[in-house]
């Protein structure tokens, strides 16, 4: 079979429309539908059905798909093997991670830009839900991400380093409410609660909400002026003055956030995440790869002004 027709066949699969396909390939429709026709000539199956709507996938033509996307990678990755010196610190390199991990990206950039000039990292965000499975993502890439490792995955998880959260609140919030000097001055002030999604329900309801219960018995906790789920969502509402909230400390970067009881509060309160790095076997000595995450490594255990309060737990 044709693996220009197992790329076409998957970008069907993807998109579920034919005339988009068309588009993307830059060919007519009839062209596609031949190519999958012979993919299914080939099977004995069929693989995809039209309707006025557009294309659906058969039983038969989900399960050739997941097939398909990991051919395509895996003669992606041979080509490349075979085509790119990987002992050169030059070219793109892929890093998946969430916008969350951009954040402890960025603040290393110029300066991993700078020692590596002929790296070009390209930040991909939408890639991230493809991590556990791995085999379909094709190229020189490197993830970051705070998902712990799948059961099942071909891909390698590394730790790179734990962080913490700690009490925030924005400058507007201290104009009108000010600080709170104890713990218990926080029944005066409200509260930006965490309630997490199922995909992250794991994480301690209490250590991710840990202002909610100091100084306070056990069966009567302080109420949250407002719940979020996002930790974005929740560093929005703290920079706009909202209330007082827990992030990491590479998340509230600048002049608008305000440590809250610094010398008070304890990390050992709070819940404690993993950032790992995430690479494919064959890109274990890959120089550009190894490159990046050495530079990470050296970060974290040198830079006293952001990594180092950000991703270790301080001492004591």
């Known amino acids: 079979m044709n693996l220009n027709h197992f790329r076409t066949f998957a970008l069907v699969g993807t998109h579920l429309n034919l005339s988009r396909v068309a588009d993307i390939l830059n060919t007519t429709q009839a062209t596609i539908t031949r190519q999958v026709q012979s993919i299914e000539t080939n099977l004995g199956v069929k693989l995809v059905t039209t309707t006025p709507r557009g294309a659906r996938l058969t039983e038969e033509g989900a399960k050739f798909l997941v097939f398909a996307k990991k051919i395509i990678s895996q003669i ?19 890093v998946i991670t969430t916008r969350f991990g951009s954040y402890f990206l960025a603040r290393h950039l110029e300066e991993f830009r700078e020692r590596y000039p002929s790296i070009h990292l390209y930040i991909d965000s939408d890639t991230v839900a493809q991590l556990p499975r791995g085999s379909e993502i094709a190229g020189t890439f490197l993830g970051l991400t705070t998902s712990p ?77 407002v719940i979020v789920n996002d930790i974005e969502v929740c560093r929005a509402m703290i920079e706009e003055g909202v209330g007082i909230g827990m992030l990491p400390k590479f998340l509230a970067n600048n002049d608008s956030f305000v440590p809250v009881l610094p010398d008070v509060f304890s990390p050992e309160l709070s819940v404690t995440r993993t ?42």
């Not at 992606?76 to 892929?94: A, V, Y």
Request: aromatic content about 12%; glycine content about 4%.
């Open 76 to 94: 992606d990755d041979i080509q490349q093997e075979i085509s790119e010196n990987k002992d050169t610190l030059s070219g793109e390199l892929r």
């Open 149 to 225: 490792p799948p059961l099942n995955t071909p891909l390698i998880w590394q730790k790179l380093d734990d962080y913490s959260y700690f009490p925030f609140a924005g400058r507007k919030y201290i104009e009108k409410v000010g600080l709170p000097k104890s713990y218990e001055e926080l029944d005066q002030h409200r509260f930006i609660g965490y309630k997490w999604s199922a995909d992250f329900s794991h994480i301690d309801h209490k250590g991710s909400n840990p202002l909610l219960h100091q100084a306070r018995l056990e069966s009567d906790p302080r109420e949250s002026y």
């Open 275 to 316: 950032i790992y790095y995430v690479i494919k076997e064959n890109l274990k000595s890959n120089a550009r790869v190894r490159a990046l995450i050495n530079f990470f490594k050296e970060k974290v255990a040198q830079d006293d002004h952001s990594c180092a309060p950000i991703l270790r737990k301080p001492a004591g």
